[in-house]
């Protein structure tokens, strides 16, 4: 199964970003997870990141195109924001999971609302990067 994973902007700087949130593990340090982790379930992995919305919704819209058969994506602040990642997922019709590695429930209000969430199938949430390895064998075993 081919997965595209999706991280959005600041995830770039884990390691450096709040620490007493999102750990002291590094972006690269999340990329050997996830692939580690796609090698363990046999899944063929792609990673992109990016701060950019527009970038992120192209990705998400080329991914109808290239064979992609399922998305994790952790939006990051555009959680909480943007209909445009909303509606690219919904475009698409891949199955799509959430991913985020603090708990959005247990911060600031704010953070409760997702709207990329609401075209997501399944949703993992507080687990650190083990929410990456739950989402990709929630699709893997799809
Ligand atoms: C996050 C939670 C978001 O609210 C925040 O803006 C992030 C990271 C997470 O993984 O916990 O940048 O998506």
């Given at each position: 199964?081919?997965?595209l994973i999706v991280n959005?902007?600041?995830?770039?700087?884990?390691?450096?970003?709040?620490?007493?949130?999102?750990?002291?593990?590094?972006?690269?340090?999340?990329?050997?997870?996830?692939?580690?982790?796609?090698?363990?379930?046999?899944?063929?992995?792609?990673?992109f990141?990016?701060?950019?919305?527009?970038?992120i919704?192209?990705r998400?819209?080329?991914?109808?195109?290239?064979?992609?058969?399922?998305i994790?994506i952790?939006?990051?602040?555009?959680?909480?924001?943007?209909?445009?990642?909303?509606?690219?997922?919904?475009?698409?019709?891949?199955?799509?999971?959430?991913?985020?590695?603090?708990?959005?429930?247990?911060?600031?209000?704010?953070?409760?609302?997702?709207?990329?969430?609401?075209?997501?199938?399944?949703?993992?949430?507080?687990?650190?990067?083990?929410?990456?390895?739950?989402?990709?064998?929630?699709?893997?075993?799809?």
């Open positions: 199964m081919k997965l959005g902007p600041n995830l770039n700087l884990l390691g450096i970003r709040e620490k007493h949130i999102y750990g002291d593990r590094d972006y690269d340090a999340l990329c050997r997870y996830i692939r580690a982790e796609a090698e363990r379930l046999g899944c063929e992995v792609e990673l990141q990016s701060n950019h919305e527009g970038a919704v192209d998400i819209q080329q991914s109808y195109f290239d064979g992609t058969e399922g994790v952790n939006p990051a602040a555009y959680t909480h924001t943007s209909v445009a990642i909303l509606d690219a997922l919904k475009a698409v019709q891949l199955p799509a999971v959430e991913v985020h590695l603090s708990d959005v429930n247990a911060r600031e209000e704010f953070r409760r609302l997702s709207y990329a969430g609401m075209a997501c199938e399944a949703h993992f949430i507080g687990l650190g990067f083990e929410g990456y390895a739950r989402a990709m064998e929630y699709l893997c075993k799809l």
